[in-house]
């Protein structure tokens, strides 16, 4: 039987939703849906999509490492944005970040996310090898 071994970001929902931010199991890392939300739940930057990216970003970055990855090992990333407005500029931190890496994405529209006050949830699957 595979290890699966959970990596926590002690985010506000982790515990009481019953998820891990991110699941390793043997070369693979799935990452949660993942936003810029503090420990009130919302937004750490309200209005501004790409920062919200860029910090959800982060906070995927921190699991992956924490399991035993490193960006370079993403195979599939997913953007989920509330305002079709802010694709460009939530895709434009994406390729900051992944413009070498080129993983498979998907970036879609979304009525909403669990707090009025998040506009980006990210997610991510790294494989190593």
Request: aromatic share 4%; proline share 5%; net charge negative.
């Amino acid at each position: 039987m595979t290890e699966r071994r959970r990596i926590s970001s002690g985010g506000p929902w982790e515990e009481s939703a019953g998820y891990s931010r991110a699941l390793v199991v043997g070369d693979t890392c799935h990452v949660s849906g993942t936003t810029d939300a503090g420990p009130d739940g919302r937004s750490m930057h309200p209005g501004d999509a790409a920062a919200q990216a860029r910090a959800s970003w982060d906070i995927v970055r921190r699991a992956l490492e924490d399991g035993g990855f490193r960006l370079e090992d993403a195979v599939r990333t997913r953007a989920y944005v509330v305002r079709i407005e802010d694709a460009p500029a939530v895709s434009a931190v994406h390729g900051e970040i992944f413009g070498a890496i080129r993983p498979a994405a998907t970036l879609v529209q979304v009525a909403g996310l669990v707090d009025p006050s998040l506009l980006v949830e990210v997610e991510l699957e790294a494989r190593r090898g």
